[in-house]
DNA sequence: GCGCGTTTGTTATAATATTACACCTCGCGC
DNA sequence: GCGCGAGGTGTAATATTATAACAAACGCGC
C-alpha cells in the first residue's frame, strides 16, 4: 500500500457502487470497439479502481486470485489492453498504473503525484497547443505526451 | 544503440573536444558546489555524454571498464549523483539517461523522444506557470515536472 | 462442427534497480 | 603526524519490473 502519510490517513477508494459503475461502463466501451472485456482483464481493472491511488502491476499480481498470486503476463496483458482502451493510464515515474478518470482528455492527461500520500490528480494538460508548436518547430510529431508532477498535496502539507 | 532507423543515419554524438569542454564544467560545477566528481562520477558523465540519445543504466555498465562490466552500484549511485547536479536528466520512459544540454531550465525540461532513431532533443516546457498554477488551485505544492513527449523526429518523418 | 484469429496459461528468463555491509579516503581538529 | 568522522567505493546478494516463446483453449463466422 506504498509510503503512508504519518500526519493524514486521507485515502479516496471508490464506492463499491460507483466502481461497478465503472466496471459497467468499461464493458460498454468495450463492447462499442468491438474488444472483448474478458474476465482477467476485468479482475485487473477492479484491483486498479480500488486502489487508492496508483498501484503497481505486482500488487495487482498479488490480488488477483483470493488464494495466491497471477502469472506477472496474465496481468502485464491486461494493463496494455486497458492502457490501449483508454481506462487506465501508466504513471512512468512510478511504474504504476491509475484508472483513468475522465473520458476528456484522451491524450494529454497530467498527473500531481504526491510524494507523501501518493494520492495521485489527474488533470487537463494546459496549454497543449503551445506544446505541439513546440515540436511542430522541430518537425517533431508527438503521438503520446506523458506530463508527471511530483510533489506534495494539500493534505500532506497540513491544508486540511 | 537503441533502434536504428532504417532510413536515416543521423547521429549526434558529440565532437571529442566538446565533450572535453562539458567534462571540465562539470568539474567547475562540482567544485563550486563543493561536492567530488570522483572518477566514477566522471567516467559515467563521460559515457553519457558520448551516447547519441539516451542511454540505458545498463549499457553505462557494460561500456564502463575496457575489460569488463563495472558492478551496477557503481554506475547508479554516478547517476544519481550527476542527476542531483544537474547533469543529466533520467528519460522515464525509456528508463535511461540523457546530459543535460542547457543550464537555462534546471527544474522543467521536457523531452521530445523520437521513437524511430531514438534521438532527443530537450526543450524548455513552454507554459510552466500555467501548470503551476493549475497545481496551486489543488494546494499542491510541485517539485518536480516531468514532461516527455514520443512521437516521430523529423529525420524519420523525411523531412531530410 | 471447422477453421481461424485472439486470448490465456505456463515456464523461463531478461532487464532494471536496490540493500547491506565492509573497507577506504579525504579533510579537519588537534 | 594522527585519529576521527563523513562521504564514497567495492562486492555479493537480492529485489523489482517486464518480456519471450510456445502450446492450449476460446469464441465467432461460416
Tied chains: 1, 2.
Excluded at 485487473?44 to 490480488?63: H, M, N, Q, W
Excluded at 506477472?72 to 482502451?85: H, K
Excluded at 494520492?119 to 505541439?132: G, K, L, R, Y
Amino acid at each position: 500500500m506504498s509510503n503512508a502519510c504519518a500526519h493524514h490517513d486521507h485515502h479516496h477508494a471508490l464506492a463499491a457502487d460507483t466502481k461497478s459503475q465503472r466496471l459497467a461502463e468499461a464493458e460498454t466501451l468495450c463492447a462499442q470497439a468491438g474488444e472483448r472485456m474478458t474476465s482477467s482483464r476485468l479482475r485487473t481493472y477492479e484491483l486498479i479502481l480500488e486502489a487508492s491511488g496508483p498501484i503497481k502491476a505486482y500488487d495487482v499480481i498479488d490480488r488477483f486470485h483470493p488464494q495466491g498470486a497471477a502469472k506477472p503476463p496474465t496481468v502485464y496483458r491486461a494493463l496494455s489492453f486497458l492502457e490501449q482502451m483508454g481506462l487506465i493510464h501508466r504513471i512512468e515515474s512510478l511504474n504504476a498504473f491509475v484508472a483513468c478518470d475522465t473520458r476528456d482528455h484522451p491524450h494529454a492527461a497530467g498527473f500531481l503525484l504526491c510524494d507523501c500520500c501518493g494520492q495521485s490528480v489527474e488533470f487537463a494538460i494546459p496549454n497543449v497547443a503551445d506544446i505541439e508548436v513546440s515540436a511542430t518547430n522541430s518537425h517533431f510529431q508527438i503521438k503520446h505526451i506523458t506530463l508527471e508532477a511530483r510533489g506534495l498535496c494539500g493534505a500532506c502539507r497540513g491544508h486540511a
